[in-house]
């Protein structure tokens, strides 16, 4: 059997039909003006907050699948043609850096992510794809002085192929609070985000070549005099793909390169809801996150599989200014570090009949190097922390198992089983941060958190579309969770279970 590759990715495997896995195609993202809004349609998605990106703080973008304890960081990992998309700082995603127009699908896999998908991926992998032909373009108005300009197209010049994207968006936004408990501190949550996309993709003797660099930025109101938030970035990939034919081998080389920032201010709100005083300013959040991976497959009758291994690797620090007193901040802190995750893993399935039998197994080394905390007096410049956390490293190994039998009727039974993990972000490990009158501390001791689970699904396809029941069972071993010390301090700490069914 030849398969073609139109894209710089390979074929979908056998091995997902033994997994959860929800297919989004074009139909699904024109209901959607914004890829999140896209992905929330599947049932257990879960957003951190439940407005969308167009009114949701960049620190509170993350996302999770299973409904399992969503988090700002995010418990998922979001990938577009195999690059990820979370931050390198956060692992937050900055949804509006991609537009729905832009993609051509969205692969949702629910349960932790062995196999191919490696760190990150502790509830599941949301694969995005992007288009790889046709033209899909939006230009819209509506209230609230929403204004909205999206267009992606393909277009072929000889050998080459050419991708182009950008979008607009700018809306007053809304004011949060309602009715009489609206004071004059109450703003519009009001937003301007743009992003442009190129890619070229070229065949060779080797396979297809595809080179892509990426921009966004967004700036957008917190719905709070004196809160707003920036953020920016920009991503490059270069990806070789030879997809397998027949009994010949298929592969895939990738490396990319993404940098962010973010700017984000916050305020106390006076009691009467009258006024507001600045809280903290985080100035500026370098962050850069890099990576290699690669792939070899082959399919020899009913037996597919798959070897590969991949490294990610982040740095970055924030810098701002917090305690404010009599009228300024008092003090500055620089804070930050650099992760990396290096993996292998061995991925295949074999179908006989109606049976399909699927697993993987990876072994995946983490790093947390070069913490730093320093913080200074900002008037004298006289340091009042200065803080060195040792470097940490672990070893960890997951991996899954599936099983499919397909009986009359056009009905489908499955069972499968998991485990994941997902490293810290360096915003969780060294950068503290208040809430009101809550200070959650930051913790350098922070290990993986680790996910056990299991699932059995029916499904069966009619006239009417597929019609699918599934009941799984998950557990997160030593979660990230705020544990109350103190009346005001808590401290992120990898402490108990959080068992969810």
Do not use: C
């Not at 937050?92 to 349960?111: C, F, K, M």
């Not at 990150?120 to 509506?142: F, K, M, P, Q």
């Not at 009986?407 to 069972?415: E, F, G, K």
């Amino acid at each position: 059997e030849q398969v073609i590759v139109t894209a710089a990715r390979l074929p979908p495997s056998a091995a997902e039909a033994a997994f959860s896995v929800v297919h989004l195609g074009e139909g699904d993202l024109v209901r959607s003006q914004r890829v999140d809004e896209a992905v929330g349609q599947t049932p257990g998605v879960s957003l951190f907050r439940r407005t969308s990106s167009l009114s949701a703080n960049p620190t509170t973008q993350g996302i999770s699948l299973r409904a399992i304890a969503p988090s700002g960081a995010g418990r998922t990992l979001v990938t577009l043609d195999g690059v990820p998309l979370n931050d390198p700082f956060g692992g937050w995603v900055i949804w509006s850096q991609l537009a729905p127009e832009s993609l051509t699908g969205i692969d949702i896999v629910r349960g932790a992510g062995a196999g191919p998908y490696g760190a990150g991926a502790l509830t599941g992998v949301i694969g995005l794809r992007e288009r790889d032909g046709g033209i899909a373009a939006d230009v819209s108005a509506g209230e609230l002085g929403s204004q909205r300009a999206s267009a992606a197209a393909v277009s072929t010049l000889g050998r080459l192929e050419f991708f182009g994207a950008a979008s607009y968006d700018k809306s007053d936004g809304y004011v949060p609070v309602r009715g009489d408990r609206r004071g004059a501190a109450d703003t519009r949550t009001d937003l301007e985000a743009k992003s442009i996309a190129g890619r070229v993709d070229m065949a060779t003797a080797l396979g297809l070549l595809s080179l892509r660099g990426g921009f966004f930025e967004e700036d957008r109101g917190a719905g709070l005099a004196g809160a707003r938030a920036n953020a920016s970035g920009n991503v490059f990939s270069a990806t070789l793909v030879k997809a397998p034919r027949g009994a010949a081998l298929g592969w895939r080389l990738q490396a990319w390169r993404r940098t962010s920032d973010l700017f984000n201010s916050s305020v106390a709100v006076a009691a009467d809801r009258a006024t507001t005083t600045p809280a903290n300013s985080q100035d500026k959040t370098p962050a850069t996150g890099k990576g290699l991976n690669a792939a070899l497959r082959r399919k020899v009758g009913g037996l597919e599989w798959e070897l590969g291994a991949d490294a990610r690797f982040n740095d970055g620090e924030v810098r701002e200014r917090f305690r404010y007193m009599n009228g300024a901040y008092t003090r500055t802190r620089v804070a930050g570090g650099e992760t990396s995750v290096v993996g292998a893993y061995a991925d295949g399935s074999w179908t006989t009949g109606p049976w399909l039998v699927a697993g993987g197994l990876r072994l995946d080394h983490w790093e947390n190097t070069d913490g730093h905390r320093v913080e200074r007096d900002a008037a004298t410049g006289a340091v009042t922390l200065d803080s060195h956390p040792a470097d940490r490293d672990g070893n960890v190994v997951s991996g899954r198992l599936g099983v499919k039998r397909e009986l009359a009727n056009d009905v489908v039974l499955r069972a499968s089983g998991y485990t994941g993990f997902r490293p810290a972000s360096l915003n969780e490990l060294h950068r503290p941060f208040r809430v009101g009158n809550d200070i959650t501390e930051a913790n350098a001791a922070l290990k993986p958190e680790r996910l056990q689970g299991f699932e059995l699904g029916v499904s069966r396809k009619g006239d009417k579309g597929l019609v699918a029941a599934t009941a799984f069972w998950n557990r997160i071993e030593d979660p990230i969770t705020n544990v109350t010390l103190s009346g005001t301090l808590r401290q992120r700490q990898n402490a108990g279970r959080i068992d969810a069914v």
